[in-house]
């Protein structure tokens, strides 16, 4: 009889142990569908793009000479153009490292923005001190005053980087920026990354961290849009 029951036992420990991993499957997926429900509604190709003053532009890596940016910045900082060449936004913000491992990304930033890409300089804005997205949002609204903005980073990202940013204060809509160059292998461990990096995202709302640049209130945006 016990040769029987040993099968039965054993599919009974499969099970458990199937309900076990899908339960927990779910708790570390919470963080990733909280990011991906709240955006939905709030992002939208560049040419459907609602209007707002300013353009967030996230930053990433730049290239090994610390000048040019790579090609996922590059992406991001030609949609954030074509956004104010369309008349969709006027005030261009770059976020991201100013002592990055890979170089100064605002300075790269800005530079490609006010010269290849024809953007007024006067339009266009740095904040060296965006370390990540949470940093990059909460800057914007706290140090630069920013209510709305069109949100402009890869499409892996984009959720994460809308929710984060409403759900700091900021009125803030997604829009995907193009990756020519981009391959589908770096898409997916980008979107992986990306996965995991909402359990941060939800981390940083539940315990309200502050900014790890503790700066005063910069009129930068408040000055380019009175230009």
Same mark, same amino acid.
Not at 26 to 32: A, K, N, T
């Given at each position: 009889?016990?040769?029987?029951?040993?099968?039965?036992?054993?599919?009974?420990?499969?099970?458990?142990?199937? &309900?076990?991993g899908l339960?927990?499957?779910?708790?570390?997926?919470?963080?990733?569908?909280?990011?991906?429900? *709240?955006?939905?509604?709030?992002?939208?190709?560049? /040419? @459907?793009?609602p209007t707002?003053?300013?353009? %967030?532009?996230?930053?990433? *890596? &730049?290239?090994?000479?610390?000048?040019?940016?790579?090609?996922?910045?590059?992406?991001?900082?030609?949609?954030? *153009?074509?956004?104010?060449?369309? @008349?969709?936004?006027?005030?261009?913000?770059?976020?991201? /490292?100013? #002592?990055? !491992?890979?170089?100064?990304?605002?300075?790269?930033?800005?530079?490609?923005?006010?010269?290849? %890409? #024809?953007?007024?300089?006067?339009?266009?804005?740095?904040?060296?001190?965006?370390?990540?997205?949470?940093?990059?949002?909460?800057?914007?609204?706290? &140090?630069?005053?920013?209510?709305?903005?069109?949100?402009?980073?890869?499409?892996?990202?984009?959720?994460?980087?809308?929710?984060?940013?409403? !759900?700091?204060?900021?009125? !803030?809509?997604?829009?995907?920026?193009?990756?020519?160059?981009?391959?589908? !292998?770096?898409?997916?461990?980008?979107?992986?990354? /990306?996965?995991?990096?909402? #359990?941060?995202?939800?981390?940083?709302?539940?315990?309200?961290?502050?900014?790890?640049?503790?700066?005063?209130?910069?009129?930068? &945006?408040? /000055?380019?849009?009175?230009?």
């Open positions: 009889m016990s040769r029987w029951r040993r099968p039965g036992r054993a599919k009974r420990w499969l099970a458990r142990l199937a &309900v076990l339960a927990v499957l779910l708790l570390v997926s919470l963080p990733w569908l909280w990011t991906t429900i *709240a955006a939905r509604g709030h992002l939208h190709p560049v /040419d @459907q793009a707002a003053d300013v353009v %967030l532009v996230l930053g990433t *890596a &730049v290239t090994e000479n610390g000048q040019q940016p790579g090609i996922r910045l590059a992406g991001r900082l030609e949609t954030a *153009a074509e956004l104010v060449h369309r @008349q969709r936004a006027r005030v261009i913000l770059v976020s991201g /490292d100013g #002592g990055g !491992a890979s170089g100064d990304e605002t300075a790269a930033m800005t530079a490609h923005l006010t010269g290849p %890409l #024809g953007v007024d300089p006067r339009h266009v804005v740095a904040d060296p001190h965006g370390l990540d997205t949470y940093d990059s949002c909460l800057r914007a609204r706290e &140090v630069y005053g920013v209510e709305r903005a069109l949100i402009v980073t890869q499409s892996y990202h984009l959720s994460r980087a809308v929710t984060l940013c409403r !759900a700091l204060g900021i009125d !803030a809509d997604g829009v995907p920026a193009r990756c020519s160059g981009c391959g589908s !292998a770096l898409l997916r461990e980008k979107a992986i990354r /990306d996965y995991f990096a909402s #359990g941060k995202a939800a981390w940083d709302m539940i315990s309200r961290r502050p900014s790890v640049v503790d700066s005063p209130r910069h009129s930068g &945006v408040t /000055d380019a849009l009175s230009d």
